[in-house]
């Protein structure tokens, strides 16, 4: 096992990582920007680096910083969280030459899956169900239009280096699909420097369900079921839950089993997630994350599973020791993402936290790095924590989230709280009738309710 881990992360993720080392007897080495000194997980830690300015790439994108601060402090592991250096397979061969663990997949793995090309070709070679379209890139607008005949429009048109739904365009008709490729290949240089593209069939108000993974690297790895984050802004998710409320457990044994096998055969290593778009019955892959995700608790809840502790030991060469019939699912799981951000403008809300009181009780879990007196800098994203909800039943986790988001105080900042209260109380929601699109919706149409 590690003898000490450096978390290069910052905010609620690197407390979480923080205390599956402790629990694991791991030393750790927090690093943060001159930002984040006064950090809660600068405070736990057992030493601290400062790595650099508050700009990200001159702090928790500085991988000499990083390297550095591993020699200085003698870590033999490091634990990315997630964004910044999570997914960077570079980074993680750069480690390897250093001889340091990185907790997370190899780097062959992480390489595919960052083309989404490549990705999604993996994932139909290994049986995983995938959305009709090109198989591969589109180089010509002739077989983009073959390729757009044959699978039916609307089309849409996605950049191979894409995620997060920036440089995709959407064709209704034949005539739309040219000026849609051009437009997505621009977009897509100018954001990612590399302008390869692929076509699927649009799938109009499909679900976002995605299945967790977690393999040891050797053949052997499980499903720990889905989640499904269909509630996002402007692809962020928003609130996420497990199970779907429109999956059956048989539905879920069988994508669950399609992608466990899938990893056994690559050799996954560590966790992941596979994304799917969920319509009318069917699965289709679309993307998979090699990092533990925002909304990993929800999954640990339902589950009973440390995520981040599995996470840590099959990095270190340790067998899985759980199979798949020891996964059971119990009751329903919610997270919602509470963000420094007005409830309704959603301008991000930095600053001082004047009072803080978290909710508590049977089933309430939250995760966060903030505490009262607080500053919440302005430089990195706007999470100011997530309260995560557990209930035998869905309506009885709905009826704690309303009680637990009654509790919630913080003061001093905008949060997304009021957002959330009003949700909790909304018909769709209670009945888990909602697609991709529901939220955003739901927002331009009812911009006095969100207040709550
Ligand atoms: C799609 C889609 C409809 N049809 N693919 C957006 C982000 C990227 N990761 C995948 N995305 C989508 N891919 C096909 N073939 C609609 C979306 C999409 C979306 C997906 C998940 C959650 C929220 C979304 C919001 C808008 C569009």
């Avoid at 930095?350 to 790095?369: A, F, K, Q, W």
């Amino acid at each position: 096992m590690f003898k000490k881990i450096l978390i290069a992360n910052r905010g609620e993720i690197a407390l979480r990582i923080l205390r599956a080392c402790k629990e694991l007897g791991i030393a750790t080495v927090a690093v943060h920007s001159t930002a984040d000194a006064d950090a809660m997980h600068v405070r736990l830690a057992d030493e601290s680096v400062c790595i650099g300015p508050p700009p990200a790439r001159e702090s928790y994108l500085n991988v000499p910083s990083l390297l550095a601060a591993c020699e200085i402090t003698g870590a033999d592991a490091v634990h990315p969280g997630y964004g910044f250096l999570a997914e960077n397979a570079r980074f993680a061969e750069i480690l390897k030459d250093h001889n340091i663990h990185f907790i997370g997949p190899k780097a062959e793995h992480i390489r595919i899956m960052g083309d989404k090309i490549e990705a999604k070709k993996t994932a139909q070679r290994l049986g995983i169900p995938v959305v009709p379209g090109s198989d591969g890139g589109i180089t010509s607008d002739e077989e983009a239009q073959r390729v757009a005949a044959e699978i039916g429009f609307p089309v849409l048109v996605k950049a191979a280096a894409g995620g997060g739904g920036r440089g995709m365009k959407v064709a209704m008709t034949a005539d739309d699909l040219s000026q849609a490729l051009s437009t997505a290949r621009s977009e897509a240089k100018a954001a990612f420097g590399d302008d390869a593209v692929y076509l699927e069939k649009y799938l109009a108000k499909p679900r976002h369900i995605e299945v967790q993974v977690l393999g040891d690297g050797r053949g052997h790895a499980i499903h720990l079921g889905e989640r499904d984050c269909s509630l996002q802004r402007r692809h962020q998710k928003v609130w996420e839950e497990a199970p779907s409320p429109v999956i059956t457990p048989a539905q879920r044994a069988e994508i669950g089993e399609t992608v466990a096998k899938a990893m056994r055969d690559m050799n996954y290593l560590g966790v992941g997630t596979v994304e799917f778009l969920y319509e009318d019955g069917n699965f289709y892959f679309i993307e998979m994350n090699t990092r533990i995700q925002v909304e990993h608790p929800v999954t640990e809840m339902v589950t009973g599973i440390d995520l981040i502790n599995e996470q840590i030991r099959v990095a270190a060469g340790e067998p899985l020791n759980l199979r798949q019939e020891d996964v059971v699912f119990e009751g329903h799981a919610i997270e919602c993402r509470v963000n420094a951000e007005h409830p309704t403008t959603f301008r991000p809300s930095p600053g001082r936290i004047t009072h803080y009181h978290v909710p508590g009780g049977l089933g309430i879990r939250v995760d966060s790095n903030a505490y009262q007196g607080y500053s919440i800098p302005p430089h990195y994203d706007s999470l100011v924590g997530k309260l995560i909800v557990h209930g035998k039943t869905r309506d009885e986790c709905l009826m704690r989230l309303r009680r637990a988001l009654d509790e919630f105080v913080v003061d001093g900042i905008d949060t997304t709280l009021p957002l959330f209260r009003t949700l909790v109380r909304t018909k769709a929601i209670a009945e888990g009738q909602y697609d991709i699109h529901w939220l955003e919706h739901f927002l331009a149409e009812h911009p006095e309710k969100k207040a709550g």
